[in-house]
């Protein structure tokens, strides 16, 4: 069974604290994604990778940074965590080729920062 | 810009009754759609897509129809169950061949009993 696993489920920060969000797919995707998910707003892309030591910006990357080490692995990165950056955060993969839609996602990250 | 758009944040159906989900993209460039559906507590899961050459998909118990004409996605639910109150989310691949998805905003489906 096709597992993308985000290491926390629930966190609890305080402003300017820095965040690390994990996330680990066992499935050899390519593409891996970091979305937020935020009530009326739908998912947003923070950003992406195509591969091991790329990265893309995505829609609202400002605030964030990711880095992906190996190929299973992608992280998110709050270097100062603000209230502003409390959400469901949701990680992704999805094989490369082109339009491919079944993105497979983890179960998300419920950060509220204080 | 390019947004995708559902026309209702919440829908209530009963028991058995067929649901319609509808949503509007701007994008007349894109050429794939996808429809998602999110349970409380999980992940968004993929349920269907169809590409822009297509006007209606069938899967298990689930339809999607596409009218590029007035840009607009639709998805049916037959006989719906309890199982499918979830949120459903439209998402398109926009311009270009990035691989990314953009989201809709999401419609909650409620299933009375």
């Known amino acids: 069974d096709v597992k993308v696993t985000q290491s926390s489920r629930y966190l609890v920060k305080r402003t300017g604290e820095k965040v690390f969000l994990e996330c680990v797919q066992d499935m050899d995707h390519e593409n891996m994604f970091w979305y937020r998910q935020d009530p009326g707003l739908g998912l947003r892309l923070i950003y992406f990778s195509y591969d091991v030591k790329m990265k893309e910006k995505g829609d609202i990357p400002e605030g964030y940074s990711v880095s992906r080490e190996k190929k299973e692995r992608f992280s998110l990165i709050l270097e100062s965590a603000s209230t502003n950056q409390t959400s469901m955060y949701l990680c992704?993969?999805?094989?490369?080729?082109?339009?491919?839609?079944?993105?497979?996602f983890g179960e998300g990250s419920r950060l509220t920062v204080l | 810009g390019e947004s995708v758009g559902l026309h209702l944040p919440t829908l209530s159906v009963q028991e058995g009754d067929n649901s319609i989900i509808n949503c509007a993209y701007s994008n007349s460039a894109s050429d794939y759609f996808i429809w998602y559906k999110q349970e409380s507590g999980k992940g968004p899961q993929f349920i269907i897509d169809?590409?822009?050459?297509?006007d209606k998909r069938q899967g298990q118990r689930v339809t999607v129809l596409l009218n590029k004409t007035v840009k607009h996605l639709s998805l049916q639910i037959a006989a719906t169950q309890p199982g499918d109150s979830a949120v459903y989310f439209c998402?398109?691949?926009?311009?270009?061949?990035?691989?990314?998805?953009?989201f809709g905003q999401g419609t909650t489906l409620q299933v009375k009993p």
């Open positions: 998402a398109e691949t926009g311009s270009g061949n990035t691989g990314k998805l953009i």
């Open positions: 992704a993969s999805t094989t490369a080729g082109a339009n491919t839609g079944e993105l497979f």
């Open positions: 169809i590409r822009s050459n297509m």
